[in-house]
């Protein structure tokens, strides 16, 4: 009825511009339910991200906090800072991590690596990434890079390895410093090549917390080392 009146008032041509009409708006409204419908899913799923990297964190807190007690703490500190790394490299979703850990100056340093296949050029693109990271002194203790940004700083700071045509090139890179109370530099955690697009201000900020759960590891294997004479 309702639609045989229109017809009975309106010409054909006006018709027509009310159906094109409704027909828009149905469609913008189904848009602004998808994009709403979608921003929920994306809330939702990155809820479930967050407990899921928050749980993964609490295990390994408790774990460090065990292991740093380890009577024998040469070996403690190798398994605490492969399992760092190891947990560097899921929660960033990187295609390699590094942990480098140097208790005295000019000493020897300690290190874990959490790669598929290590690279035999890996070492040496670490030593440079770590020789940009000291360049730079980040007032955070943190630094986050594209790869068009590291292009960028190895012409900076003439980094002979990233300069190499035929060497590989990270596609990302994120670092974080391990440091001790009294400010001292203990090493740094490296992750590198995210499987997808670049890292974000979360890997960062993982990577972040992860370095201040292994310094505070670190310290506390060295005091309890120390008492135990």
């Not at 398994?79 to 929660?91: I, K, S, T, W």
């Not at 790869?147 to 190895?154: A, T």
């Not at 009294?182 to 993982?206: M, N, P, S, V, W």
Request: hydrophobic share 45%; glycine share 4%.
């Amino acid at each position: 009825v309702l639609l045989a009146r229109l017809r009975s008032d309106l010409d054909s041509a006006g018709l027509e511009d009310l159906v094109r009409a409704a027909g828009e708006f149905f469609l913008e409204a189904v848009s602004a339910f998808e994009v709403v419908r979608r921003a929920l899913q994306d809330a939702r799923e990155t809820a479930l991200v967050e407990r899921r990297h928050a749980a993964i964190l609490r295990r390994l807190s408790h774990f460090l906090a065990d292991a740093s007690l380890a009577l024998d703490a040469s070996e403690s500190l190798d398994e605490m800072l492969q399992l760092v790394a190891e947990h560097a490299r899921e929660l960033t979703s990187a295609d390699r991590c590094a942990v480098r850990l140097t208790l005295e100056e000019d000493g020897p340093s300690i290190e874990a690596f959490a790669v598929d296949e290590h690279d035999p050029g890996f070492d040496s693109q670490l030593n440079e990434l770590s020789s940009l990271y000291r360049a730079l002194e980040p007032p955070t203790g943190s630094l986050r890079m594209t790869s068009p940004d590291l292009e960028r700083h190895r012409e900076a700071h003439a980094l002979t390895e990233l300069k190499d045509a035929t060497a590989w090139k990270p596609r990302g890179w994120v670092a974080a410093a391990l440091t001790g109370l009294d400010g001292r530099h203990l090493g740094l955690i490296q992750a590198l090549d995210k499987q997808t697009g670049d890292f974000t201000e979360l890997d960062e900020a993982i990577l972040v917390q992860l370095a201040q759960m292994a310094s505070a590891a670190v310290e506390r294997a060295q005091l309890y080392r120390r008492i135990q004479g």
